[in-house]
């Protein structure tokens, strides 16, 4: 198994361009989410699906969507990118959210950079 | 899901055991105490969860206090490679799968 892969590893944007970032897993986890690490920070919570079809906010939703229209993907867009969206972001999946003690496992990290 | 209180460093000398503790003092009867550590920019990395019991795995053991009101990660006996920033999360378990990490602790292991 490959685990949970983002792409790209690396982004600049200029203010105003959209992206989509990529996320995958290949282990079957129903649960899949999206953080975002800034500096000196713990990770917050922008999005999370509990399946494919269904997607919920987290802790800092704004100016992101998501969808989630295969088990296997959970990408993450920018509809139009800002300096304050700057940051580390990271994709987690887990088994299932009725699985009491299961890990997330998360991916390397997409370093994004808006200019 | 309860907030937790970590101090914000710690040091340990290579080849001791590295104690890191964990205050949550909220905690419901069905949530669960979470140990994760981040390695300088990498995703973070599960190390283990307990409910009420002491638990422990090949990475580490962890200690919680009978009110469970506080825990403490054990790792018996730290290398470099353990220097990483730990985070201490509670969460209800089979019912939610959102993580709320704090700043966490970060540990330094010394030679």
């Known amino acids: 198994n490959a685990g949970v892969t983002q792409t790209p590893k690396f982004q600049v944007l200029k203010t105003g361009q959209s992206m989509t970032l990529q996320c995958a897993q290949d282990?079957?986890?129903?649960?899949m989410s999206w953080y975002r690490q800034d500096p000196g920070m713990g990770l917050r919570l922008i999005h999370y699906?509990?399946?494919?079809?269904?997607?919920d906010q987290g802790e800092v939703p704004n100016g992101y969507n998501v969808s989630r229209s295969t088990t296997e993907d959970f990408p993450l867009r920018l509809l139009s990118a800002a300096p304050s969206q700057t940051s580390v972001y990271f994709c987690?999946?887990?088994?299932?959210?009725?699985?009491?003690?299961?890990?997330?496992?998360f991916g390397p990290g997409t370093r994004l950079t808006v200019t | 899901d309860a907030k937790t209180t970590q101090p914000p460093s710690m040091d340990c000398a290579e080849g001791r055991a590295a104690n890191l503790p964990c205050n949550h003092s909220?905690?419901?009867?069905?949530?669960?105490v979470y140990w994760y550590r981040q390695i300088h920019s990498q995703g973070p990395q599960y190390i283990i969860h307990g409910l009420k019991n002491n638990e422990t795995n090949e990475m580490a053991s962890l200690i919680i206090t009978e009110d469970r009101k506080s825990s403490t990660l054990i790792l018996p006996h730290a290398t470099l490679r353990d220097t990483a920033v730990y985070y201490c999360i509670v969460r209800v378990g089979g019912g939610s799968e959102k993580l709320v990490f704090g700043k966490g602790t970060k540990l330094t292991v010394n030679p």
């Open positions: 909220t905690i419901s009867g069905n949530e669960y």
């Open positions: 987690a999946s887990s088994y299932s959210k009725f699985s009491v003690g299961k890990e997330q496992y």
């Open positions: 699906s509990v399946g494919a079809g269904i997607t």
């Open positions: 282990m079957n986890h129903e649960y």
